[in-house]
């Protein structure tokens, strides 16, 4: 079971060019193997995109949303995500799928910022819409911080879409 990343096939980036390397690789075996793509996954921890989400949505004094905020995204919680691994984990396959691990509701990025809010436990404000053109300049400030999840990797994954197909989504269900 590799678990890989939804939308790795339509971003030039490092992270998503190693694991479609991967999933490439994958399909050229004969052995029987499950890609699981996870649209974003969120819970308890914070890692890569969460951590960028969480720190959008915990700013002081106003909310600050990329752009619009109209990406579209199918978040799975890392429950969810762990416990359909367990599932595939004792299910035997006969050739390699691919699996978007996506929930059925699709949510906009603004959403997503104004749920961490809440669930973060702090109180509504202002929202500011950041132009992306200002995004991309400071994720090329961020590139050059060690840690930073403000860089040109995460801006590109966070500037489409990360959803997929209706049949693909409840394949997956």
């Known amino acids: 079971i590799q678990i890989s990343a939804l939308g790795i096939d339509k971003v030039d980036v ?24 996870p649209s974003y996954v969120y819970g308890k921890g914070s890692y890569g995109g ?5 720190g959008i949505a915990g700013t002081p004094f106003f ?3 990329p752009g619009q905020g109209t990406q579209k995204f199918q978040p799975i919680s890392l429950n969810d995500l762990s416990e359909a691994i367990v599932r595939l984990v004792s299910t035997p396959v006969t050739e390699t799928i691919i699996l978007h691990a996506v929930s059925k509701k699709i949510i906009t990025l603004e959403e997503i910022i104004i749920k961490l809010r809440s669930w973060l436990g702090l109180t509504k404000t202002r929202i500011i819409h950041i132009p992306l053109t200002f995004i991309r300049l400071l994720t090329r400030l961020g590139d050059l911080l060690p840690y930073s999840t403000i860089n040109t990797v995460s801006y590109k994954m ?16």
């Open 50 to 54: 969460s951590s960028l989400f969480r």
């Open 63 to 65: 909310t600050a949303i």
């Open 14 to 37: 490092s992270y998503a060019a190693s694991k479609k390397a991967i999933d490439d690789y994958l399909l050229t075996l004969s052995i029987p193997s499950v890609i699981v793509r």
């Open 158 to 173: 966070l500037a489409s879409d990360n959803i997929t197909t209706q049949e693909e989504t409840q394949r997956f269900a």
